[in-house]
């Protein structure tokens, strides 16, 4: 498991069930780094929407049911103690919304094409991310991934999945797409952004109830140093924060102005809405200061639907993590039942680390450029319309290319 | 509308070049060398000019407290390892400091202060780096009886000699300051350590190898260790690791124009139904 992002989801869904601001904890152990180090670091606790805690809390709330005593699990401990049975159930019933998830998403899918559904549950990224992390972006994909579907039919709905995607902030870089494709009519507008209203009313309810620790915590999302799998890593390696700051600003300004560069483009050209939506989730991850492994997971399902997504970008996270992550993610639970096999695995991530230690940051840096030179590659084939080949020895282009009978793209179709 | 596909292809080669451009651009980042303290992590912070680099615990190490480098070399400046002060050999009346103590660092204006917490009476240490020599201070508010390590592996010569066929314990004459060698890359580096007062005693350990710790017991309230190496800033050409990254974006987004530009004409992807 993540145990730091699940620690994350226990934590705070404990004390959203105790009555308490999950968003005060965050910003006051912040304060506490920050004044204890002179460093400006961030504690990264829960920094989702609300609407998250509505569905997760409700099923750690069934494994308290379950296991009404001995039940304390402390997934932040410097030396991890793991309960058993109580890990296992826990961690199945925490991570069944992303499970169920998952399955919606494969039958929604299958209807449409039932090899998407089969690759989209067969994929090893989608099953490490789900059924070994448990990061929950496959839920942010489904409702991607539902918005799009339903958006011509039901308006309403599909701004309520899109608000509910909101739990990850990064899915507000579709908003201006969404407001402006609902403009045909102010009937259609008033409906998408009525769902929207709805999905989001715990936040608002946050933003009443306790604005500072709410906006603190929604704050760091959009501060945290340049980190993950993109093109700023190599500014991971440099030597400290104050100077990473000063990265992550630059990198800021390069985000901004790319996205909005390829907003306006794509509201321009009047591309498709998948490619649309998948070219700006897309150059999210190309161009965001902040890139994790699991980010892709939000993207897959309506990226599948487009014939212009290279599905090689889901090899590189899996590669990322294996030089990346800390040997814990991997060996819990299951290694931590026994002292033998933490013993074992504790030798085999030992002599891992010294095999690929020396070299480990050179690898991490060239996966990640591969990946984002990948992502931007693919941008740029969602941009691209089809047009007449350029060479007269490849005649086939002119015939292979499907268009429309007026010659151009069609809206509704990816 | 050839005229406008080949502007258009045009358009999109000079974005290309743009995003390789850019990322060759920060990849130069490892190689630039901010001055002064920084931080990484709650316990992590580390220390930069022209001269001296100063560690305090690393994360692949979190016993060197601080570990002092050299920065030399042309036209990159390398990491010359000069002396590390561990933590996990040192000792405050008979507790470690590593092991028995709590430590929290916080970046003052005139470098790192370290409170030690969980003895009596309370003890700190301060780094600071000056143009000559890196200082670490240790204070308390009482006297208390200190066992400091000083680690490099391996020294060539301490006071002189490397001890080699001498009999256990190498004691070395307790005086103010230390004279100290040891060979990197082929160079002899000499330095020194300064102690603001005598201490009781100074010995020196050796394995197999050579000389590689040096002991100072010390009683009383404050200590201050300046370390300060003899002809700095010599040049000698050095491929520093960090200039890989650069080599990789290049080798990378030479790649990625080379796809872009060729592919197109090359390999018709078909497309997926």
Known sequence: MNVWDIGTILEASRQFLNGEDVYRQVAERTYMLRQSTGLPLYYHGFAYLPQALLIFAPFYRLYTFIFPAENNLDLRAAELVLPYPQIHVFLLLIKMPIILADVVVIYLLSRREPRLGLFYALNPYVLFITAIWGNFDPLVGLFLLASYLCFHERRILSGFLYGLSLIKIYTIVLLPLFIVRSLSSWREFAKFFLGVSIASLPAICYLFVAPNSFLNAMLFQGARPVNGMNMYHVASIVQGIFFQTAITRVAMLIFASALLFLTYMVLRERLPMLNSMVMLMLAYMTFAPVTNEQHLAALMPLALLSQRFDRKLCIFPLLFTAFNATYIYFATPIFWTDIALRNLYVALHGAWAEAIGPYSSYVRYFISLSFAFLAFGNVHNHFQLQMPALDKRFPAIRTALPTAASGSPSYKTG | ?????????????????????????????????????????????????????????????????????????????????????????????????????????????????????????????????????????????????????????????????????????????????????????????????????????????????????????????????????????????????????????????????????????VKIRPNRT
Not at chain 2, 230 to 240: L, M, N, P, Q, W
Not at chain 2, 246 to 252: G, R, T, V
């Open chain 2, 1 to 265: 509308m050839p005229n406008k596909f080949l502007a258009g292809l045009k358009r999109r080669t000079l974005v290309d070049i743009l995003f390789v451009a850019l990322i060759i651009s920060l990849s130069f980042a490892p190689l630039i060398c901010p001055m002064g303290w920084d931080g990484r992590a709650p316990r992590t912070f580390v220390y930069q000019d022209e001269t001296y680099c100063v560690k305090y615990s690393d994360e692949t190490v979190s016993t060197d407290k601080p570990h002092i480098f050299l920065l030399e070399g042309w036209p990159i400046k390398s990491l010359i390892d000069v002396v590390e002060l561990s933590d996990h050999q040192s000792f405050v009346n008979g507790l470690n400091l590593y092991e028995d103590l709590e430590s929290h660092g916080r970046l003052m204006d005139d470098g790192l202060t370290i409170v030690y917490s969980g003895s009596s009476p309370m003890l700190t240490k301060s780094i600071t780096v000056t143009d000559e020599e890196v200082i670490v201070r240790y204070e308390s508010d009482q006297p208390v009886e200190l066992r400091l390590t000083l680690w490099r592996w391996y020294f060539s010569a301490v006071e002189g000699s490397d001890y080699r066929g001498m009999l256990l314990p190498l004691k070395v004459e307790p005086k103010k300051t230390l004279n100290f060698e040891f060979i990197d890359g082929g160079q002899t580096y000499r330095g020194v350590v300064k102690l603001s007062d005598e201490p009781l005693n100074v010995e020196v350990c050796r394995d197999s190898i050579g000389l590689n710790k040096i002991i100072i017991d010390y009683v009383g309230s404050h200590l201050s260790i300046g370390i300060a190496l003899d002809e700095t800033g010599r040049y000698s050409f050095k491929i520093a690791k960090d200039l890989l990254y650069p080599l990789m974006s290049i080798f990378s987004g030479l790649a990625y124009l080379g796809v872009r530009r060729y592919a197109f004409m």
